[in-house]
């Protein structure tokens, strides 16, 4: 993800998947799953959809140190393991959204596959639309049908990782750290699409706790 996040994210990402929380591990895990089954609950559950909107904006406005708090050391199959992974994506693309929007374009590009129909951006997106894109899966995980929500986002994970594989080509013969940092934002990408297509299955087999 990118190295650097303007306030009020207040770590950088490297940091994301290494936060510990002071609690034990034991306590940490009934939390983390009853917090982000109570969330999605609570959400669904509300017809105005003020609370889906104060959730959407709840990263944006205070920073990830709240939900790491919470889901960070979730297993990454698990509902608050895959919640935490969405919220990872929001932050990422408003942090860079120049970089994120050329990292998709070069994957819907390179990736001949339907990822990039699956996620839904317009072709080509512009920064603001993959902000709006990566909004909507939030909110379609909330209020829409929860398995194609994390369906939609493993696709996008998917196109941003072939880009960022693209990239890292590119500049491997005159910028080596460059390409070495994208090369590990496509594995990190790749396997949060793993991460949530798996969760996606688990969740229409209603397994996923």
């Known amino acids: 993800m990118p190295e ?16 510990v929380g002071e609690a034990d ?7 983390a799953h009853a917090t982000a089954s109570a969330l ?9 959809g003020a609370v889906t909107s104060r959730l959407l904006a709840f990263a944006a406005e205070n920073g ?9 050391h979730a297993p990454a199959r698990s509902l608050p393991g895959a919640l935490w992974r969405l919220y990872l994506l ?13 990292l998709y374009e070069r994957g819907r590009v390179e990736l ?5 129909a699956i996620a839904g951006a317009p072709a ?31 696709a996008y994970c998917r196109v941003q990782a ?29 396997a949060y699409a793993e991460d949530l297509a798996a969760s996606a299955a688990a969740w229409r087999r209603g397994m996923l706790t």
């Open 4 to 19: 650097q996040f303007h306030r009020p994210v207040r770590r950088p990402p490297a940091a994301f998947d290494n936060i």
């Open 25 to 31: 591990p034991a306590e940490q895990s009934r939390v």
């Open 40 to 48: 999605l609950e609570r959400a669904r559950s509300d017809e105005s």
């Open 64 to 72: 990830i140190d709240e939900i790491a708090e919470l889901w960070s």
């Open 90 to 102: 929001q932050i990422a693309v408003r942090s860079d959204a120049p970089l994120t929007a050329l």
């Open 112 to 116: 001949h596959t339907a990822d990039a």
């Open 124 to 154: 080509p997106a512009d920064p603001g639309e993959l902000v709006d894109l990566v909004d909507a899966i939030l909110r379609g995980v909330f209020r829409g049908d929860f398995s194609v929500a994390l369906e939609r986002a493993a």
């Open 162 to 190: 072939s880009g960022a594989t693209h990239a890292a080509d590119d500049y491997e013969p005159t910028e080596p750290q460059r390409s070495s940092d994208l090369t590990r934002r496509a594995l990190r990408l790749t």
